[in-house]
């Protein structure tokens, strides 16, 4: 950390300093006062992870507190040099693993999940998705089907041997989803739910946790600590899009999240083109970059027939169009 | 709503869409066809809150679905021409009276709090703030003092006769919260927490709704309809800062919100210049600025000593500077 | 400047280092080193404005490089604590000075012009406003009377005398418009145009530089940066909102540039709510909070008949739409 | 166009509307009425291109004027169905054909240059990138050898017969550009320089546009038909990212605008990863994500020693990196 005083500061001010900064680490820190003409610094090494910049930078002699190093220490790469390596019944995601995650936005039928369940599999599939409890911008849209929904998704696993995904909205579901799900999913609005974080992080299920829609990384990443710090360390990363000016599609993928994520991080990453464009006509070419940019696994909304799905029908593809992009995308991932 | 059809799209296809968005709407809504060229689009007329534009979007002959009409139905001005006036033990927000909410980022101790409170009362604050639930973007930072927090403040309340605003993070702790708060508030990383947001529409206690950091004015809108569809009409909206490019700022407060959702929206829309800006120095500018765009009050972080504040130190006003800002608030109100 | 080395750099590597810099400064600046565990860094005293981040972060044994002082220095506040006033024809812009300029989007005829001059005039504006060349999205919409347009404003302006700001698009019509304004404006679109830059550095007329769609303040002050080292110091900031995800207005007017800028540099600051919001009926509540917030002055757009103007309609005001601005607008500024 | 009335509208009002609509499009356009309770909207059909959407919703009486056709019209895939393919020297760009451009930021010395194209020649590239003029945000950077760099530029054609692509800053320089280049670069900060891109409309030679930091895709698209409709329809569009409140990469590569643009237009996109990301650790992955996605090319910036060179070292491929990246690249072209 790096503290910036304001140019003219008193001496005593500049001096007392470094006992301040000591005693709001909270443990023991090396402080180092660099001064030149009429301005000082401090710069801070040791373990800085307690320090908050905003309280430091509200003293009135602070012209500026800046962190060099990431705030987070679990999930950092610094922390564990060798990849994570996530594995559900047999299927591995991460260090090499790719895994390719399909199903509906959201379980309407046991009939229609049954039927897509062992469409993707034959499709080339290895887990599958598909939302009981639905997260929606209007209080007049289909909230999901509940526990019935999660019923219908243990069918389909046992129908076909798939892996479930699916999301727990909050922590008074928690409990629930976790009896039923294989991989437990935090949406993107609930990327910094911080109660719900903290839930996850005492599950023994492995958390898929999307990326908020204006999150940074930094902030991405403090997020999946707090699983590993609450004790859950099998925290799969989902890039799905962020909020821009942009508007031909419904966010824009960041695509760049996957070698960055992957500098910073020993988590795996994988990548929502779906949710990222919001139309089927682009999810494939987005499928195909993301692998080829180093993601390990895609999650892909397919339905038989998405102008009559309850939601997000816009962005799903139809089982042929599904079939197409996993030709595709294997053979880019034969090409790496 | 205006749906429009892809050029060359077959007739029989043209011919099927009413039936379809008639039965998707699951109510009686009026559909006109418009014909040139080779392309044709439907306007629909009626309730179409139903209506899901991702799905319709589905349809491979569909080029793009437009709603012409804002989605919220309870929160908007069309439907509730007057503004809604929020009393709080005498104190009024909305329909003309404004209300300061002032206090700490968070409850630290009696002592910190009683002291405070009194200050702020004696420099003209209505309301108390103070967050005994943190949100905090690390799991390493201070996460409040919980219930012993909202006791505190209900020390301050019974010391001052302030009523007081504090945060519920979470479903788990609204009952404990409503049991203490006069105003509950409900953060921005929140602001589509759908759980919560029923929860509060369940409470007789007015809800304190932050703008979340890249939400539309529409979400926000449909944050505020989940709670008065829930039947809790009183909601007080707080624009806090977006998120943006800029980086001098902690975020950018987007000042047309305010004239925005006074012609949208019935609901009392506060400015928080705190979190907007991020330092203490530009608070009183952007305070004056909420003011005289019309904003029905104001939510302002004041600390004793800011450079020991268990958070947001940096946005925090010292009181002398706090009482600076009344002082100009008052004379920019007096203008109005 | 701080340069923040990888962990585990080879001694040999850091030793290197300091010369490097003080080589890439191409003047004397002073380098120390700090080391702790297996990293180090370097903070840089002295003239720093040759150094490019870009090329020192390029070294593979580099991790962070770092401007701890802001890169313009003409334009900054602590090169010339004073306010920057602007003069022209006795009317006064900066140190407290307000200037409130009205006109039309474009110059449409000596008709409307001069009538419009008058009008604005009676009702308290100070100077006016008038576009003779268009940068317009469309190759296909109205781009502009050109010289014609110079010369109707020039007829306004005798007929009226108030001073006129019209826009320069490009080098090569600068000359002319130099000729006939007595303010010349860069648009948002040529901010970062820098061969307009340096030829407005030439210029003895004061140029009014709006800030670009998404120009941090930093690269907005460093546009100013070249008209004054060009050696023209009579520059007017303008913030006319910035591009965001809202889609409720056409720009997000970032009030907070006003105070920053007042923090950051010497030079007059003015607000263009007009083209920040895109809506007439937001116009003036965003002049007013302009003005409290600390605003030199307003730039706005009038018209006699917006719904036939040739270009932004939208956003123009009618006649007693503007005088109701300008009674309000007196009233803040006599509040201050 | 869809254009609605604000409810409550006189019916009067509502009757004047088509022929102003008829008047303002200046040409024949259909326009037809639907009404409903107590609202109306119009739909227009025919050639709309010369409505200003903003001067409609200037009537106090319209509640929103929305497109639902592109506003350009040469550069529309519905225009010309075909790719188009751009042939340079024998090098084709578009259509399946895709090309790699190499070399560095900025021309620095002959040496320098003639090494690095023989150099990218040999790894692979089919054309030389290369700045004789540098944008640059300080004054105090360096700005480019202008003329001897295009010399310089031409003799390392000479040495290796690369065609080379480089930028034109201004009208004022650009006949000088013309007369070295084989393609002219118009840079992202220039995409609104409407003079410049209409001076590029009277070219014979290929442009090169890169998409502005903030430009939506309707906004890119609209100027290459400025320079189509000013009679050059040899337009390569490149997304080199756009700006978000990311702050991890210098920029967001937006890879949607990749498919995006395919759908929209008939005109070749190529990416440029080494902007987009800002970081050399990362253009390799980007790269191939680019080819994944369908780009018709990449344009890369090389260099013997990025930290000694003259700007944008930080992202700078040393040459056994660019080689590397050639390789894999081949790859993921083989697979699709």
Same mark, same amino acid.
């Given at each position: 950390m790096v503290v910036v005083m304001r140019p003219g500061t008193p001496a005593e001010e500049v001096a007392k300093m470094p006992e301040r900064l +000591?005693?709001?680490?909270? %443990?023991?820190? %090396?402080? @180092?006062?660099?001064?030149?003409?009429d301005q000082a610094l401090f710069t801070l090494s040791g373990d800085t992870s307690r320090l908050d910049l905003?309280? +430091?930078?509200?003293?009135?002699?602070?012209?500026?507190?800046?962190?060099?190093?990431?705030?987070?220490?679990?999930?950092?790469?610094?922390?564990?040099p060798a990849d994570t390596v996530i594995e559900i019944s047999g299927c591995k995601i991460g260090g090499g693993h790719k895994a390719i995650i399909a199903g509906p936005c959201s379980v309407e039928s046991a009939e229609q999940m049954i039927g897509l369940a062992g469409l993707v599999k034959s499709l080339g599939a290895s887990l599958l998705r598909g939302g009981a409890y639905k997260p929606r911008t209007s209080p007049y849209s289909f909230q999901g089907l509940g526990e019935e929904g999660l019923k219908i998704l243990?069918?389909?696993?046992?129908? %076909?041997?798939?892996? +479930?995904?699916?999301?727990?909205?909050?922590?008074?579901?928690?409990?629930?989803?976790?009896?039923?799900?294989? #991989?437990i999913q935090i949406g993107a609005r609930n990327m910094q739910n911080f109660?719900?974080?903290?839930?996850?992080?005492?599950? @023994?299920?492995? #958390?898929?946790?999307k990326r908020g829609l204006s999150a940074t990384l930094e902030e991405f990443l403090m997020a999946a600590e707090y699983i590993i710090a609450g004790g859950n360390?099998?925290? #799969?990363?989902?890039?799905?899009? +962020?909020?821009?000016?942009? @508007?031909?599609?419904?966010n824009t993928l960041d #695509?760049?999240?996957?070698?960055?994520?992957?500098?910073?991080?020993?988590?795996p990453i994988i990548v929502d083109p779906s949710h990222a464009c919001g139309r089927w006509s682009m999810v494939e070419p987005l499928a195909k970059a993301a692998m080829a940019a180093g993601a390990d696994g895609l999650i892909i909304e397919v339905h038989h027939q998405p102008?009559?799905?309850?939601?997000?029908?816009?962005?799903?593809?139809?089982?042929?169009?599904?079939?197409?992009l996993m030709a595709s995308v294997r053979k880019i991932m034969a090409a790496m």
């Open positions: +000591i005693r709001a680490a909270q %443990t023991e820190i %090396t402080v @180092n006062l660099v001064q030149w003409a905003e309280v +430091i930078a509200a003293s009135p002699y602070v012209e500026r507190a800046l962190r060099i190093q990431q705030p987070y220490k679990l999930a950092s790469r610094a922390f564990q243990a069918m389909a696993r046992e129908a %076909t041997g798939l892996p +479930i995904v699916t999301e727990a909205m909050g922590v008074e579901t928690f409990d629930l989803v976790e009896e039923y799900a294989d #991989i109660f719900l974080l903290k839930r996850a992080g005492k599950s @023994n299920k492995p #958390i898929l946790l360390s099998q925290v #799969i990363l989902c890039e799905r899009g +962020i909020r821009t000016f942009d @508007n031909y599609t419904r #695509i760049s999240a996957v070698p960055a994520v992957k500098e910073l991080s020993h988590l102008e009559r799905a309850l939601c997000d029908g816009a962005q799903s593809l139809r089982p042929e169009k599904f079939g197409q």
